[in-house]
């Protein structure tokens, strides 16, 4: 019987899903600040000169911080609209150092021991496979090489944890997992990198412009709705879940080292 992976399908998917919102995610304040943002420039301002990989750099926002410091950075993307809007805009910016380059996470187009620095924002939930993944960061970065991943963060908590995952993958049928810091912990040590510093912030998601980035249709937006109104009062305390549908969530910002 010849069994075939899904692994292409996914990533079809996911390009699929991201590629027409390009611009929203250029323009989305979520996206485009935050304190994760700034502790990552705080981050590799120890690191002058560094080349850095950002992947799954979706509209460049961290690549943009990246390339005001570093001496060479590689926006890396599954979407190729995702791509051509980074580098639009880095030509905008007068980042000559920031280029782009088109593949997924799990299997990364460099050399062995070539980048200084890896970084990764709001990428990782739409993995197919993150311990492989990181195990390829392992393999591209130098000894000593940093890697930085930020994300949306899981509570953990079997109730809480299971209506974010609903609600993230109504609201984008691409989504894999948001994983608590105990899995990335897991993932990091497995991967074989040491894990340095670990930052868990939360963050609050307007409604409208959480569902309206992404394009969900109507009907994926009404079946969230309901499930957000028959969530347990202890899952709505945590995710401080408002009248609109406006929660807060979980963001994890965990650095290693190889």
């Not at 996206?31 to 460049?60: K, M, N, T, W, Y």
């Not at 990246?66 to 590689?74: M, P, R």
Request: aromatic residues 8%; negative net charge.
């Amino acid at each position: 019987m010849t069994t075939t992976s899904t692994t292409p399908s996914h990533h079809h998917h996911v390009d699929s899903q991201f590629g027409d919102q390009a611009c929203a995610y250029l323009t989305s304040q979520v996206h485009a600040a935050g304190r994760d943002l700034e502790r990552l420039q705080h981050f590799l301002a120890a690191f002058p000169g560094a080349s850095v990989l950002d992947i799954g750099c979706g509209a460049g926002h961290a690549s943009y911080v990246a390339a005001a410091q570093a001496g060479c950075v590689i926006a890396y993307d599954l979407s190729a609209q995702m791509l051509d809007v980074v580098a639009a805009t880095a030509r905008e910016r007068g980042l000559d150092n920031l280029t782009t380059r088109q593949g997924v996470a799990e299997s990364l187009p460099f050399e062995d021991s070539s980048m200084d620095v890896v970084i990764s924002r709001y990428s990782a939930h739409h993995w197919h496979d993150v311990g492989m993944a990181l195990r390829e960061i392992r393999r591209v970065l130098r000894p000593g090489g940093q890697c930085v991943m930020m994300d949306i963060m899981s509570p953990g908590h079997p109730a809480s944890d299971i209506w974010l995952q609903t609600i993230e993958a109504l609201r984008d049928t691409s989504h894999v997992r948001d994983y608590s810091a105990g899995e990335w912990a897991g993932f990091f040590s497995h991967a074989g990198l040491a894990v340095n510093q670990m930052h868990c912030e939360r963050q609050t998601l307007d409604f409208t412009s959480w569902v309206q980035r992404m394009r969900t249709p109507e009907a994926l937006v009404a079946a969230i709705r309901l499930y957000q109104d028959s969530a347990p009062e202890e899952v709505k305390r945590y995710f401080d879940l408002q009248p609109d549908g406006t929660f807060t969530s979980d963001t994890l910002w965990m650095s290693g080292t190889r």
